[in-house]
C-alpha cells in the first residue's frame, strides 16, 4: 500500500506565496512520478503540475504556469508545490498523486490516470 498526505494548506490574500508539501510512504520502491492536482467547489479535479523522479522533467497547467512550481526531494519522499502570486481562482482542495508508470505514458492521460491519491489539503485565496 501507499499513502500520501498533504500539508500546507490554509488562507492566502491574493498575490501571496504558500507551499504544499506531500509525503509519500509504504511499499514506495523504484522511481515514481508524483503530481499535484485540484478541485474547485463545483467544477471537476483538475491537473496542476507533475513532475519525474529526477526531476528533469516537469508539466504544468497553463493556468499556473509562471506562477506554481513544483519540486521534490526524493530522500524525504516528498513532493512540493510552491504557489506564488495567487489568485482567488486558485482556491481549491489539492491533491498529490503518485504512479510508477512512466511519466510519458502518465502525460498521455494529462495524468489523471495515476493511481494513489491523498485526501487533499484546502487553499484559499481572498481577494
Known amino acids: 500500500q501507499v499513502q500520501l498526505v498533504e500539508s500546507g494548506g490554509g488562507l492566502a490574500q491574493a498575490g501571496g506565496s504558500l507551499r504544499l508539501s506531500c509525503v509519500v510512504s509504504?511499499?514506495?520502491?523504484?522511481?515514481?512520478?508524483m503530481g499535484w492536482f485540484r478541485q474547485a467547489p463545483g467544477k471537476e479535479r483538475e491537473f496542476v503540475a507533475a513532475?519525474?523522479?529526477?526531476?528533469?522533467?516537469?508539466k504544468y497547467a497553463d493556468s499556473v504556469k509562471g506562477r506554481f512550481t513544483i519540486s521534490r526531494d526524493n530522500a524525504k519522499k516528498t513532493v512540493y508545490l510552491q504557489m506564488n502570486s495567487l489568485k482567488p481562482e486558485d482556491t481549491a482542495v489539492y491533491y498529490c498523486?503518485?504512479?510508477?508508470?512512466?511519466?510519458?505514458?502518465?502525460?498521455?492521460?494529462?495524468?489523471?490516470?495515476?493511481?494513489?491519491w491523498g485526501k487533499g489539503t484546502l487553499v484559499t485565496v481572498s481577494s
Open positions: 498523486a503518485a504512479d510508477w508508470r512512466s511519466f510519458s505514458a502518465l502525460a498521455a492521460t494529462m495524468f489523471h490516470s495515476m493511481n494513489y
Open positions: 509504504g511499499r514506495t520502491f523504484g522511481s515514481y512520478v
Open positions: 513532475i519525474n523522479w529526477g526531476s528533469s522533467s516537469t
